[in-house]
């Protein structure tokens, strides 16, 4: 890291992918996906399959197209889906819901911990009536992007899944960040989305992969799933290319999150310490401050002239994320900028 270069904490995606991995890209044995002719995206599916403990996988270009893949491929035009209003699908995937499934989304109250109260799910299901749409889906995250990084356990899944499954909805989990979740916990992914019928997670955040996420579920829907993706153009063809580097991925970046837990928690305190900021634990990766002093516009310009790169996250609110290209020495001198920038801020 030179003593000027930017630290880049606007996201985990903006991680890129390492000698490791671009090695591991370069030999992949591919074939045309479109025709199940890539070894390489098979071996990716199947893994992915394993890890979440479902039947199959499907590999998607992004986490915002297999939550969009999982939307329609679980519900008809004119159904509703439940959703957190702190939700990525709600406030982050451009309606596509709506636009292209003709679903409308129904958000409910986030809790903090990124769950939704078991007593919001069951007032939300409807009867069947013709006057309403009717209730297809409910989707979970963990991860919580918005709520600032929390994880789920399985248990919280579970409860507000059930609710949802007696009623006859299917349960999506929008798990990109679900390895993160389970490290938190303590619980296997696998473990944490059993109660959902699918889960989607991504390669391209703190895992280092230059693209790519896998949507999962029973074989007889990511069947489906594969119909959904070719109508969104997402059919891929020599894309074992880019499998290889997820399969690299799942095998030699997961445990390693657990370092970008740590440094976050650190990033936190540091950040607290400063004054102008309210800062929570994070119990993942993602750190979000709430503005007490200045603006939030303020700060984010202050940061950027002091070379540390966030994102504006709501009203006063700024987000920080950690990650594998942002390790321990990147956060201590990030935070030694910051504490620079709040300095020459104060003094005016
Ligand atoms: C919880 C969650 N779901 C879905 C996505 C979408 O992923 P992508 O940017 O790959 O479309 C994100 C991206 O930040 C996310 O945080």
Redesign the pocket.
Known sequence: MSASAPIDLR?D?VTRPDAAMRRAMAGAEVGDDVFHDDPTVQRLEALAAERLGKEAALFVA????A?LVAVLSHTRPGDEALTGDES?VFN?EAAGAARVGGVQLRPLPNAPDGGLAAADVRAAIREPDIHAPRSALLCL?NTH?RCGGAALTGAATAAAAAIAREAGLAVHL?G??IFNAAIATGEAAAELAASADSVCF?L??GLGCPVG?LLCGPREFVERARRERKMLGGGMRQAGVLAAAGIHALECNVARLAEDHANARALAGGLARLGPFAVDAPATNIVVLRVRAGTRDGWLTAFAAAGVRAVPFGEGRIRMVTHRDAGEAAVAEALRRLEHATAAVAAG
Do not use: F, L, V
């Open positions: 996201s995606t992004s986490g915002t197209m939550n990525h982050y995250e992007n929008d990109a960040r991504c391209s955040k996420s």
